[in-house]
């Protein structure tokens, strides 16, 4: 499919300009200035930490493979090796767990974090 018709009646060209004609008619605008009082909340609830009922803790299997799983001698940005890591969590393995429940109950999670489940 190379040809589509435009909103004006004419024919796509080219795969770029079909392309760009999919995306604009399926892919909305998303003005602010639109927004009703629905769409307010909304943006509003997307903003918030989300606590529901079937949030759960990690386990400690998840964090113990997480941390099993990182690379031992090349460090985060943080500086920090993996095999500090590891040791840290063999040292206080309950710390560690507290710790990322706490992320994720919190939300707060660094920009590159390991996906657990």
Known sequence: MTTLQKPDGSLTSDLNETLKVLIDHLTPSDEQSDDTDYHKRIRT?????????????????????????????????????????QRVYKQFPSFIYTIYNESLRKSCFAKKWKKLK
Do not use: F, M, S, W
């Not at 903003?47 to 964090?63: F, L």
């Not at 099993?68 to 500086?79: C, H, I, Q, S, T």
């Open 45 to 85: 609830l997307t903003t918030e930490p989300i606590q529901t009922a079937d949030d759960r803790n990690y386990t400690p299997a998840e964090v113990k493979n997480a941390i099993d799983d990182l690379n031992k001698k090349a460090p985060g940005e943080n500086g920090i090796t993996g095999e500090i890591y």
